[in-house]
T-cell receptor, first 116, second 116 residues
Framework: GAVVSQHPSRVICKSGTSVKIECRSL??????MFWYRQFPKQSLMLMAT?????????EQGVEKDKFLINHASLTLSTLTVTSAHPEDSSFYIC????????????FGPGTRLTVT | AQTVTQSQPEMSVQEAETVTLSCTYD???????LFWYKQPPSRQMILVIR??????QNATENRFSVNFQKAAKSFSLKISDSQLGDAAMYFC?????????????FGSGTQLTVLP
């Protein structure tokens, strides 16, 4: 099956700094990538959808300037949390989808962000 | 907008027994897909089973089967011969068959505990 990787799996940063999370589709071309945020024991909340070469579409309530998404190639999308604060601490999950007939979404293993 | 409702925040089942997780959804569309995802403690999202709305036959994957009632907008997951490894958070999800984004809409999840 299709594999999606995320890096890093865990990151700790200080308040006010920025952190970048990478999401890669390893064996298929991801025309669309999705970024989710998940709090403990809660569901996945879609933050934004990005198409390769286009600007990301953010969900209502998600700050575009804080969560910068770049989908520069068909295998790589990045999420940069700028000027991170403790309330940004969460589990971030990316998901990638190709242009195949089934339009199946494949999920990365997630990144745990802790802002101190 | 579509909504997905999982009314059972927590369920438990004895090992080797059968358990059914409930899911209802609301949509005005006639063509769509429904999914059950499993999220174990590792937090990697794993696709358990998928159902196309146009198919009347209920999907089955080994010990996992669904009861899809399109008119009632119900999509329950039955796990037979439960195993300790089935313990996880289970999410029901909906996806439109049409539209450029076709993103997943998740329910709130059901935490399944398997008792030895």
């Amino acid at each position: 099956g299709a594999v999606v990787s995320q890096h890093p799996s865990r990151v700790i940063c200080k308040s006010g700094t920025s952190v970048k999370i990478e999401c890669r589709s390893l064996d298929f071309q991801a025309t669309t990538m999705f970024w989710y945020r998940q709090f403990p024991k809660q569901s996945l909340m879609l933050m934004a959808t990005s198409n390769e070469g286009s600007k990301a579409t953010y969900e209502q309530g998600v700050e575009k300037d804080k969560f910068l998404i770049n989908h520069a190639s068909l295998t790589l999308s990045t999420l940069t949390v700028t000027s991170a604060h403790p309330e940004d601490s969460s589990f971030y999950i990316c998901s990638a989808r190709g242009d195949r007939g089934d339009y199946e979404q494949y999920f990365g293993p997630g990144t745990r962000l802790t802002v101190t | 907008a579509q909504t997905v409702t999982q009314s059972q925040p927590e369920m438990s089942v004895q090992e080797a027994e059968t358990v059914t997780l409930s899911c209802t959804y609301d949509t005005s569309e006639s063509d769509y897909y429904l999914f059950w995802y499993k999220q174990p403690p590792s937090r990697q999202m794993i696709l358990v089973i998928r159902q196309e709305a146009y198919k009347q036959q209920n999907a089955t994957e080994n010990r996992f089967s669904v009861n899809f009632q399109k008119a009632a907008k119900s999509f329950s997951l039955k796990i037979s011969d439960s195993q300790l490894g089935d313990a996880a958070m289970y999410f029901c999800a909906y996806r439109s068959a049409w539209g450029s984004a076709r993103q997943l809409t998740f329910g709130s999840g059901t935490q399944l505990t398997v008792l030895p």
